[in-house]
């Protein structure tokens, strides 16, 4: 069963934040939300992880709602480069934990 | 610093021929794991070790498929009697810790 829902595809403007949002209504207490994009014809590649507290690194934000049924990804300031699939993936420990399911995750198009 | 690698890039296979795809980890990763991803689609969990222990094979779709470790670093991912629906890009991760995944570029593997 899948344990996030993300809408299939999203624009954004160059220059503009791009918000991606995804929902995880089931999470339960110990479960972690892990994003991860994937460019075409590449691996994926890790952005950002989070378990309640809101997240920063130097790729992205990670906002978690209060109630953690959902979060938001955000990239402040969208390049063509950040045009990728994302993925929104709620696993359970953060170590040693082979639970990473990915989805069918937002294609996100970044526009000139 | 060197990434995960995995050989060949591109493999074509007749119907019913044995494959053998190779995932070279980053150097002291202890997880590694072996992922299908079928056009158009998110990645699909395979299998998972931890050094040269195979601790979760789950996902592995027949008893065609066979991966192993056996040195705890590199691993190979066997497909015997290749079927044209095991036509897909197969992608190997590896994990310090189990929480971050960097991916290899995958092997893109197409059975006619």
């Known amino acids: 069963d899948a344990k996030t829902t993300q809408p299939t595809s999203m624009d954004c403007a160059e220059g503009r934040a791009a918000n991606l949002p995804c929902n995880h209504s089931?999470?339960?207490?110990?479960?972690?939300v892990y994003w991860y994009r994937q460019i075409h014809s590449q691996g994926p590649q890790y952005i950002i992880h989070g378990l309640k507290n809101n997240e920063t690194n130097e790729m992205a934000s990670l906002i978690i709602t209060e109630d953690r049924k959902s979060s938001t990804l955000i990239l402040p300031h969208a390049t063509l480069r950040d045009t990728a699939v994302y993925y929104c993936?709620?696993?359970?420990?953060?170590?040693?934990?082979?639970?990473?399911?990915f989805g069918a995750g937002t294609r996100l198009t970044v526009k000139p | 610093g060197a990434g995960v690698s995995q050989s060949p890039r591109y493999k074509v296979a007749k119907r019913g021929q044995d494959v053998a795809l190779r995932c070279d980890p980053i150097?002291?990763?202890?997880?590694l794991f072996w992922y299908q991803q079928a056009l158009g689609q998110g990645p699909e969990f395979l299998t998972y070790f931890q050094n040269e222990a195979q601790l979760d094979k789950s996902g592995l779709p027949s008893d065609r498929f066979f991966a192993e470790r056996p040195e705890g670093s590199v691993s190979t991912l066997k497909i015997q009697r290749t079927q044209q629906e095991d036509s897909a890009v197969y992608l190997c991760?590896?994990?310090?810790?189990?929480?971050?995944?960097?991916f290899g570029p995958g092997t893109r593997l197409t059975v006619t």
């Open positions: 993936i709620v696993r359970g420990a953060l170590y040693n934990n082979n639970d990473m399911r």
């Open positions: 150097s002291g990763h202890v997880s």
């Open positions: 089931t999470i339960s207490g110990n479960e972690y």
């Open positions: 991760a590896s994990s310090l810790e189990g929480d971050k995944q960097y």
